[in-house]
T-cell receptor, first 112, second 115 residues
Framework: DADVTQTPRNRITKTGKRIMLECSQTKGHDRMYWYRQDPGLGLRLIYYSFDVKDINKGEISDGYSVSRQAQAKFSLSLESAIPNQTALYFC???????????FGEGSRLTVL | KQEVTQIPAALSVPEGENLVLNCSFT??????LQWFRQDPGKGLTSLLL?????REQTSGRLNASLDKSSGRSTLYIAASQPGDSATYLC??????????????FGKGTKLSVIP
């Protein structure tokens, strides 16, 4: 089983719908992140959390919210999806001591 | 603001060739640098992590070097195989410790190894 698991892996939805992407990890890391990847733009940070009570905005947080339900779970929500949120979304964790980053397999979201 | 550049954007080599992928960064005050591999539509797999105090790291046929003063890292792949075909990304973590959230990614080099 993957150390960082994302669900769903693929989702097609319509403009205005609420969407939640979920992430769970078995690495025991307290640091978790949500990124989006777009062709030509690379990876951009949406939100990050360094423990259950810590939530921070990244560079592109508008239109997104997150919830850290437990050390192992970090979910990303789109309250009202729009087409330019079509992208590949990644959850990641990092090791406190080394800073090494570990990614999930990604969630491909298409907003029509 | 840190900028990370990977040149070339794409590279095609025949099987068996040794090759070097480049990563350059503008601010030498880094905590570490990490190389990843990404297959199409998949997640990023960590290949090698080099801390700022290290000069190189090796894993199998892969060797990554770091020269902070010149703002460069290279990923050397020996005896390339078709299975090495993927996009390779580097990411630099700013020098405020392992807890820093500030990672800057390059846009990657897409490698194709031709049988």
């Amino acid at each position: 089983d993957a150390d960082v698991t994302q669900t769903p892996r693929n989702r097609i939805t319509k403009t205005g719908k609420r969407i939640m992407l979920e992430c769970s990890q078995t690495k025991g890391h307290d640091r978790m992140y949500w990124y989006r990847q777009d062709p030509g733009l690379g990876l951009r940070l949406i939100y990050y959390s360094f423990d259950v009570k810590d939530i921070n905005k990244g560079e592109i947080s508008d239109g997104y919210s997150v919830s850290r339900q437990a050390q192992a779970k970090f979910s990303l929500s789109l309250e009202s999806a729009i087409p330019n949120q079509t992208a590949l979304y990644f959850c990641a964790t990092s090791d406190r001591a080394t800073g090494e980053l570990f990614f999930g397999e990604g969630s491909r979201l298409t907003v029509l | 603001k840190q900028e990370v550049t990977q040149i070339p954007a794409a590279l095609s080599v025949p099987e068996g060739e040794n090759l070097v992928l480049n990563c350059s960064f503008t601010d030498s005050a880094i905590y570490n640098l990490q190389w990843f591999r990404q297959d199409p539509g998949k997640g990023l797999t960590s290949l090698l992590l080099i801390q700022s105090s290290q000069r190189e790291q090796t894993s199998g046929r892969l060797n990554a070097s770091l020269d902070k003063s010149s703002g460069r890292s290279t990923l050397y792949i020996a005896a390339s195989q078709p299975g090495d075909s993927a996009t390779y990304l580097c990411a630099v973590r700013e020098d405020s410790g392992a807890g820093s959230y500030q990672l800057t990614f390059g846009k990657g080099t897409k490698l194709s190894v031709i049988p």
